[in-house]
């Protein structure tokens, strides 16, 4: 059985937009705040819940690198809320995430983020696990906590394998 390939290509918020919000500071003006002596950039993306039950729920991920070129076979998506990776170092990490194909996942896609960006998938986004490369990495995940079940995994019949663009 082969590989399928993938190239991953830089974040964009316009390439990223079916599938959630792009979280980087460089999309907002910052407000002044504590007497000026801190820059808040506000409301850079929402973490949805679609029940009632559901809550926002705040969390730190620490986060071993993975080899690229990178061969995978998982996706999950999170039906009742949307999930939110906000990098607490400037390292780029890897984004796949797949639309919905009827009720699985179609054709992956793959970005890097550039140091900074973080991403919130919509509801419901098929997406690879947190994928840190070159070193580990900290993370702090918005999530959706509460009764219900959250997840849905599928996997590939056939694996897809990633590399980087050039450049990155």
Same mark, same amino acid.
């Given at each position: 059985?082969?590989?399928?390939?993938?190239?991953?290509? /830089? &974040?964009? *918020?316009?390439?990223?937009?079916?599938?959630?919000?792009?979280?980087?500071?460089?999309?907002?003006?910052?407000?002044?705040?504590?007497?000026?002596?801190?820059?808040?950039?506000?409301?850079?993306?929402?973490?949805?819940?679609?029940?009632?039950?559901?809550?926002?729920?705040?969390? &730190?991920?620490?986060?071993?690198?993975?080899?690229?070129? &990178?061969?995978?076979?998982?996706?999950?998506?999170?039906? &009742?809320?949307?999930?939110?990776?906000?990098?607490?170092?400037?390292?780029?990490?890897?984004?796949?995430?797949?639309?919905?194909?009827?009720?699985? /996942?179609?054709? *992956?896609?793959?970005?890097?983020?550039?140091?900074?960006?973080?991403?919130?998938? *919509?509801?419901?986004?098929?997406?690879?696990?947190?994928?840190?490369?070159?070193?580990?990495?900290?993370?702090?995940?918005?999530?959706?906590?509460?009764?219900?079940?959250?997840?849905?995994?599928?996997?590939?019949?056939?694996?897809?394998?990633?590399?980087?663009?050039?450049?990155?």
């Amino acid at each position: 059985m082969s590989a399928r390939h993938l190239t991953a290509q /830089p &974040l964009t *918020a316009e390439a990223f937009a079916p599938f959630g919000t792009v979280i980087d500071k460089a999309t907002a003006d910052p407000r002044p705040m504590n007497a000026g002596m801190a820059r808040r950039f506000h409301d850079l993306a929402e973490v949805r819940v679609m029940d009632e039950g559901g809550r926002v729920v705040i969390g &730190l991920v620490e986060a071993e690198p993975y080899a690229m070129p &990178l061969t995978f076979s998982l996706v999950e998506r999170h039906p &009742l809320g949307s999930q939110a990776f906000v990098p607490l170092n400037a390292a780029p990490f890897l984004v796949v995430v797949c639309p919905d194909d009827g009720g699985k /996942p179609g054709r *992956a896609r793959a970005f890097v983020t550039a140091p900074g960006q973080g991403v919130c998938y *919509a509801i419901g986004t098929w997406h690879g696990v947190l994928t840190p490369f070159g070193a580990p990495q900290e993370f702090v995940v918005i999530d959706r906590g509460g009764a219900g079940v959250n997840l849905e995994e599928h996997v590939f019949d056939e694996p897809w394998t990633i590399h980087l663009a050039e450049g990155i």
